[in-house]
């Protein structure tokens, strides 16, 4: 289901009819991808919408297309949990910009998606409200955080979601289950109204069926935003041009890598060549730290986020008396075990002693990181590899916390540059599986260009 699809059928019938036939879906969902179903709001704003002029429609580039949310960016009239226990009873007081701006150009949210506990995993295993299955094998993770994001796409209940992305949470589930998913340009979204992960990694994107769907609503939710001063000009208003260079990274093939996985992106690539595409590939060896490099910085911010969360200012209190005694009673009950275990493991790098050895040096190390992908992209308008060394993994498969984090290991380099990186999927014989794209800072309209041309040629 696309949003031309979408168009098509409210020309023929209505809005109500649409959204409606979204929630009867999200309804019957058997891969626990919905949090919440927003059902009167939605059929309310379905009619309001119903009643405008031909005239007037044309105006609102999203008219009556349905979508989902991720449960830890803020909506009215709902739930916004971020998938934990110590927030499942939480209404915000606002909403957030980017459901602000979808709704002003008339799309239509019908619920709240699962999620990793505030984003703290790969696979959306660590939820409150237990795991989202993939649509494709409901044995297997549908990825993560942004696991229900790209269930209910690839399910087909709405045409598109947003998601956020810190260290890979939208282009891993995408690559899971087979839908587009972006990591816009940092900034390129306002945060305003998401409840923070990693502050300056965070990033609001979009999870759709088509990298056309994608530009269209990030076209809408991108810009400047005066309640965001880390937000920056849309780079979705212009075509950049591009001159068909790509680098395929070394660093992001060979051992770990399964064959499946690699004959799927190598094969895509040789596709790209006979459209006149240049690939060569390069090496980056700093890649081999950019993993180190994330669970020291990532840590540490959520470390310091997630402080609030005590039964006082945010978040449900433990009944008891004593004030240290119901801080710690209130997280212990309230928190999932990985958002602990990063809290722990940031409160230490932070820690007198500490800071220097550990949060300092990766801060340098970040810095080279950049410079390197500087120097790269003098060379290339694109980087391309794997999302993920795996294809979708079974549901307990990766107990250890190491082998989850090392599902990280391509997507964090760009996270950690503020990058726009996409993740569009290739022909397999199996499970799905995403090629990478990675372009410069503020050059999403190319990457979206040459996502189009791998789309293309894996239709």
Not at 221 to 245: C, E, F, L
Not at 276 to 299: D, F, H, K, R, T
Not at 335 to 362: F, Q, V, W
């Amino acid at each position: 289901m696309t949003i031309s699809d979408v168009r098509k059928r409210i020309e023929n019938d209505s809005v109500q009819a649409v959204v409606a036939e979204s929630i009867t879906r999200a309804k019957d969902d058997m891969h626990n991808a919905l949090i919440e179903i927003v059902e009167d709001r939605a059929i309310d704003r379905s009619k309001e919408l119903d009643q405008i002029d031909i005239a007037d429609r044309k105006k609102l580039p999203l008219f009556g297309i349905p979508f989902v949310a991720k449960d830890n960016i803020l909506t009215r009239d709902s739930h916004s949990t971020a998938a934990s226990k110590i927030l499942d009873n939480f209404s915000a007081p606002y909403q957030a910009e980017a459901i602000e701006r979808l709704e002003q150009a008339g799309a239509v949210c019908i619920g709240k998606v699962n999620l990793d506990s505030f984003g703290h995993g790969g696979s959306t295993e660590n939820s409150f409200f237990g795991p989202t299955l993939n649509p494709h094998d409901k044995r297997r993770v549908a990825g993560g955080s942004s696991g229900g994001s790209a269930a209910a796409v690839a399910a087909d209940i709405v045409p598109f979601a947003l998601g956020t992305d810190t260290g890979g949470s939208i282009r891993e589930p995408a690559s899971f289950c087979g839908v587009v998913g972006l990591k816009p340009s940092y900034g390129s979204v306002s945060r305003y109204g998401v409840i923070a992960m990693a502050s300056s990694t965070d990033v609001v994107g979009v999870l759709a069926n088509s990298v056309i769907d994608v530009e269209a609503v990030m076209r809408v939710v991108s810009g400047r935003d005066s309640k965001d001063s880390t937000t920056i000009d849309s780079p979705y208003d212009k075509t950049a041009q591009h001159k068909k260079r790509i680098g395929v990274i070394k660093e992001w093939f060979g051992n770990g890598v399964d064959d499946e996985v690699e004959n799927a992106v190598t094969s895509t690539i040789s596709r790209l060549e006979g459209l006149g595409y240049q690939a060569e590939e390069v090496s980056l060896p700093i890649l081999e730290s950019a993993l180190a490099i994330y669970y020291v910085i990532v840590p540490a911010e959520i470390a310091s986020n997630l402080a609030r969360y005590d039964g006082v200012r945010y978040g449900n209190r433990s009944e008891n008396n004593e004030l240290k005694t119901m801080f710690r009673s209130s997280r212990s009950a309230g928190l999932m075990p990985e958002t602990k275990r990063r809290i722990l493991i940031g409160n230490y790098i932070l820690s007198s002693g500490y800071y220097d050895a550990y949060y300092k040096k990766a801060a340098q190390a970040r810095t080279l990181l950049l410079r390197g992908f500087t120097d790269i992209f003098d060379q290339f308008d694109a980087l391309v590899g794997p999302v993920a060394p795996t294809s979708a993994f079974e549901l307990g498969h990766k107990s250890d916390p190491l082998s989850m984090y090392m599902m990280d290991k391509m997507t964090v380099p760009a996270s950690l540059a503020g990058l726009p990186a996409i993740s569009v999927p290739v022909k397999t014989s199996g499970m799905p599986v995403g090629i990478q794209i990675v372009a410069a800072q503020n050059n999403d309209a190319a990457l979206l260009t040459i996502a189009e041309d791998i789309e293309a040629v894996n239709s």
